[in-house]
């Protein structure tokens, strides 16, 4: 079949079976765009900015698991989806990123709207492409959702000169791809899943680290089948939650910088730590020569450059997640006891005790802890969590209760304000039957505020609840802590009316100060199925605690700040 | 941790592109290149690196982890067993007086590769630190102009 480069693009996309393309046209892609005029395969959401179309399809990939795809223009629309590829590739996110290119013959030329694009994406995705022919062009739209969704996750992205999206070629898509050099393994090795076993089994206060790879491999219910049979505690990193179920009693909670107590004290007085797929972030760690230094290591991850690279392995298992621990369940059974961790299970869950996550409530003023905790008991499993960045997202990570992979979507490596808005309408998108809600803070949200526009043309109904502390409230908090309260450019009472504002675009807004008023917003802005905002004024000096001081050791955590 | 000597030969696809992903990967990590060099191999659709690099042995699993993880990578060999060789040109003026040289050349696997009018050329071929040595004891007919070639390597 003959087709243009445009075309293809198109068929292909069909073929990968896409459901929905985020992007915003201009001239090195207009041919792309008439495609998508013409075609009915796809639906294609106009965002109002770029970033928020990549980070629209990165929500839309990490709910469903599936490839998200955005397409931009050349120059200013490529740098602007910048942010939104290297927030994806930090957090492993499967996606394809199309973006428009001045025509071969114009290249090298500082044409207008001319950057190199693949020298720019180039640390910040998987693989990139610059199409020189549109011969090649099949080849590599195949290859980019092959290495997008295969192995570990991440975005890849395909810079299309004008010209070759107007070419004709032969356009053939095999079902099937083998390429010569990308070969990610996904079998475990069995002789080191039986040397991990038998470490396990010798242990004596063995402890689940759990990451991002559980979720990316689709592994929960391998992961919750193996803390079971093993009766092994765990913790969960931000990326993870939800792993395991809120409830599940085997589960102490996130760990790091602001983990919970029991979790950070599982790590430091573990004799042997069980990796599945995390990857060490400092964030996590903290003081690296004093993390888990009485635990061997067990670490599973499909990347074999993620093992080694921050600590040193005793058990490194390159494989796929979900296959590996299939492999050692039947060897688990058999050499594992749970009865033996008793004692442990019994002193973490004392630490659980004496020092639980908690906040300190109030009848004058809403606590943003608490604003979580009732969203939490009203919606529970029905809505998907989004978050922006900040302590309104570590607030989230701590008490909304997670019951399932995939309910919570944040920026965590990249830690990228403005992400919330776009990525809850991506998750939307993705899971239409779920309410999709968004906790951020009065900082980050003005950093996509133009998506609402989107969110009412496209009819994708997010709720936005700002924690609104009339801060920049992580980063005043460090200044509490160690800048002896020198509140540098982080004062944010001048804002917005958030409520007239989301009105403009034909939303609904609510301003809130009660718990009363807040059930009732909240009620109100779902049944809205609308864009809706509610401004949430809550206690602008609250700080997210416990807290590991960057550099500090995880048994060392400031549980309390006193004046 | 101890900084060590590292040689590294890597199998790539011979593409667009591929010489950026691996020194803007080395940049970025802020990883040491002392010298690389590339070729095609004949006959096929890769190329041949061979890069010198230096590092702790943390560092170099990294390296060569990274370099495995690009996606046109075919191979990395670091097998400790390399014939290593560089090559080297020296420009010497002709006003000199060559007493010796001729020695010097064939104790590095030397010869003139070019006479002018002005300026003879010589080149050699060894071990990378013989090279060096080479390169000192050339200094003694003043040579205007050297350049080094960069390692290249098999493995045995
Ligand atoms: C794009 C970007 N710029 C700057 C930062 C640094 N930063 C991290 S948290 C934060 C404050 C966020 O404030 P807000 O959104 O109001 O959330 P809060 O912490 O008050 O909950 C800032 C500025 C960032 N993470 N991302």
């Known amino acids: 079949m003959d087709l243009n480069g445009s075309q293809m693009l198109i068929e292909a996309l069909r073929k990968e079976n896409v459901k929905v393309v985020f992007g915003y046209p201009g001239g090195a892609i207009m ?54 590829l290297a927030t994806a590739y930090m957090d492993s996110t499967p996606m394809v990123v199309i973006s428009g290119q001045v025509p071969i013959s114009m290249i090298g030329t500082d044409a207008f709207q001319e950057i190199d694009a693949v020298g720019i994406s180039r640390p910040c995705v998987k693989h990139n492409y610059l199409v020189k022919d549109v011969s090649e062009l099949p080849r590599i739209l195949k290859e980019a959702f092959y290495i997008a969704r295969t192995g570990r996750p991440g975005p890849v992205h395909i810079d299309i000169p004008k010209d070759v999206t107007a070419q004709m070629g032969k356009f053939e898509y095999p079902d099937e791809i083998k390429m010569q050099t990308y ?61 395991l179920e809120h409830d599940n009693p085997l ?21 042997l730590m069980i990796a599945f797929g995390p990857r060490f972030d400092d964030r996590v760690t903290g003081k690296l ?29 390159v494989g796929d997640l979900k296959n590996v621990i299939e492999a050692m369940l039947p060897l688990a059974k058999e050499q594992i006891d749970e009865s033996k961790y008793k004692p442990w299970r019994d002193l973490l869950n004392r630490y659980s005790e004496i020092h639980p996550l908690r906040y300190q409530d109030s009848d004058e003023v809403l606590k943003p802890q608490w604003v979580i905790e009732r969203t939490g008991k009203l919606l529970g499993d029905k809505a998907l969590i989004t978050t922006d960045v900040g302590q309104h ?28 808005l776009p990525a809850a309408m991506g998750v939307k998108k993705a899971c239409p039957e779920k309410i999709s809600i968004n906790f951020t803070g009065d900082g980050s949200i003005l950093m996509n505020i133009q998506e609402l526009m989107t ?9 936005n609840i700002i924690l609104n502390n009339q801060f920049l409230g992580m980063v005043r908090q460090w200044q509490t802590f160690f800048y002896d309260k020198r509140y540098s450019s982080t004062d944010l009472t001048m804002q917005p009316d958030f409520v007239k504002l989301v009105e403009s675009f034909g939303g609904v807004g609510y301003r809130v100060h009660t718990k009363a008023e807040f059930d009732e917003a909240l009620k109100s802005a ?38 | 941790m101890k900084e060590m000597r590292r040689v590294l030969s890597v199998i790539v696809l011979n593409e667009h592109g591929v010489l950026s992903r691996i020194s803007g990967l080395f940049a970025g990590r802020g990883y040491n290149i002392d010298s690389l060099t590339v070729a095609p191999i004949p006959k096929t659709n890769l190329s041949r690196l061979t890069i010198i690099t230096s590092g702790n042995t943390k560092v170099l699993e990294q390296i060569v982890k990274q370099l495995h993880k690009l996606i046109p990578t075919y191979k990395v060999i670091e097998s400790s067993a390399f014939v290593e060789k560089e090559m080297a040109l020296v420009k010497i003026p002709l006003n000199e007086d060559f007493n010796g040289l001729d020695a010097m050349l064939k104790a590095y696997n030397g010869t003139i590769a070019n006479s002018g009018e002005d300026f003879i050329v010589v080149m050699v071929a060894d071990d990378y630190d013989r090279i060096d040595s080479f390169l000192k004891a050339v200094k003694k007919y003043n040579p205007v102009d050297m350049v080094r070639g960069g390692s290249v390597a098999l493995d045995i």
């Open chain 1, 289 to 317: 020569s004093e993390f888990a230094k009485h635990a061997k290591i067990i670490h599973i991850d499909i990347d074999p450059s993620s093992i080694g690279k921050i600590v040193d392995v005793e058990y490194p298992i």
């Open chain 1, 31 to 84: 041919n792309v765009y008439d495609e998508v005029y013409k075609q009915n395969y796809f639906k294609h959401i106009l965002t109002r900015h770029e970033q928020a179309a990549v980070h629209a399809a990165d929500g839309y990939a990490r709910a469903s698991g599936n490839v998200g795809v955005a397409f931009v223009t050349s120059g200013p629309g490529f740098t602007n989806a910048v942010t939104g």
């Open chain 1, 251 to 271: 589960l102490l909670g996130m760990l790091g910088m602001h983990g919970c107590y029991s979790a950070n004290m599982a790590m430091s007085e573990a004799d």
């Open chain 1, 393 to 420: 997202q570590m607030w989230s990570a701590q008490f909304y209760p997670f019951s399932h992979p995939r309910q919570f979507i944040t920026s965590g490596g990249l830690g990228t304000m403005g992400f919330g």
């Open chain 1, 526 to 563: 779902i049944e809205s199925n609308t864009i809706a905002m509610i401004d949430v004024h809550i206690d602008r000096l609250e700080n997210v605690l416990p807290m590991v001081p960057s550099g500090g050791t995880l048994y060392n955590m400031m549980l309390e700040y006193k004046e």
């Open chain 1, 455 to 463: 969110a009412v043309e496209s009819k994708i109904p997010v709720v």
């Open chain 1, 183 to 243: 070969k990610p393994t996904y079998k475990g090795n069995p002789r080191q899943i039986k040397k991990a076993i038998e470490a396990i089994a010798l242990s004596k206060r063995p402890v689940l680290y759990i990451g991002g790879g559980a979720i990316n491999s689709n592994a929960a219910n391998e992961v919750r089948e193996f803390a079971k049979i093993t009766g092994i505690p765990a913790v969960e990193t931000l990326m993870a939650r939800g792993v």
